[in-house]
């Protein structure tokens, strides 16, 4: 059988949505057509030193109009939850909410979803691990608006465990309710794109720094392997590394 060599990130069948809160690799991301939405988090807000949530949120959103864009509730409580959640909806027409399939007490979201769901705002339903979850959350939102479920397979794979049978098992749940698209979320290397891909997967949101290696994609094995030698041999000698036979031979 031949392989299938994809050499462009425009040829991969998975929508490729862009995980991060560094605005000036939004707006770079933003003008390539094959970025076809973006997600982020607190986590990743935090670690570029957002302060003002929704003045970061308003200024991404002059960014990106016109892709899916989801931003996270960050309460615990559900009242707020769901006052969060309303608000973030009212910033724009292709903002999700993302909420987590639990609170950290571990109680599920239930209640909160479907009253959303209900009232029509978009949804991203987040770190799901296994199929359980995927199951229940689809009956959720199954009766809303078009909404995301996110299971994240990168920290499947974290614990030992192959991703791609539980992701599999995610897209046939999915299969009956063509407002659901699953997302492989928290990805840990070009490769994990290729398997979403495989199993059907409609999203994977990907970090910035993983996306900026897909340059490699489709590049000739040879080639990489001789860049690498001249990588390794360049950064030796720009250290100055000696070890103390050649310095003896050199002193002869």
């Known amino acids: 059988m031949t392989e299938r060599v994809v050499t462009s990130p425009e040829e991969l069948r998975v929508k490729i949505f862009a995980d991060g809160a560094d605005r000036a690799g939004i707006a770079e991301l933003a003008a390539k057509p094959w970025v076809q939405g973006f997600t982020t988090n607190p986590t990743l807000m935090r670690k570029v030193g957002v ?3 929704a003045a970061f949120a308003r200024d991404v959103l002059e960014l ?4 899916p864009i989801s931003f996270e509730v960050f309460s615990d409580e559900a009242a707020q939850m769901e006052e969060q959640a309303r608000l973030i909806s009212s910033w724009g027409e292709n903002v999700y909410v993302k909420i987590p399939v639990t609170n950290t007490r571990g ?3 239930a209640e909160i979803v479907r009253r959303l769901a209900g009232d029509g705002v978009k949804l991203n339903i987040t770190a ?3 199929v359980r979850q995927v ?3 689809v009956q959720w939102v199954a009766e809303g608006p078009s909404a995301f479920i996110s299971v994240f397979a990168g920290r499947i794979a974290d614990t030992g465990r192959d991703p791609v049978p539980i992701m599999a098992a995610a897209v ?3 299969r009956p309710h063509l407002n659901l698209q699953l997302i492989w979320a928290s ?3 070009v490769l994990n794109l290729f398997q979403a891909e495989a199993v059907g997967c409609h999203v994977i949101t990907v970090v910035h720094d993983i996306l900026a290696k897909l340059g490699n994609l489709g590049r000739d094995l040879d080639d990489f392997s001789l860049e690498t030698v001249r990588e390794f041999f360049r950064d030796g000698q720009v250290a100055g590394y000696t070890l103390p036979t050649q310095q003896r031979i050199a002193a002869r």
Do not use: G, H, Q
Not at 64 to 67: A, F, G, M, N
């Open 187 to 189: 990805p840990r290397e």
């Open 107 to 109: 109680e599920p979201s």
């Open 64 to 67: 990106v109009p016109d892709r």
């Open 172 to 174: 046939e749940a999915l």
């Open 135 to 137: 199951t229940d959350v």
């Open 51 to 53: 302060e003002d949530y």
């Open 128 to 130: 799901l691990t296994n």
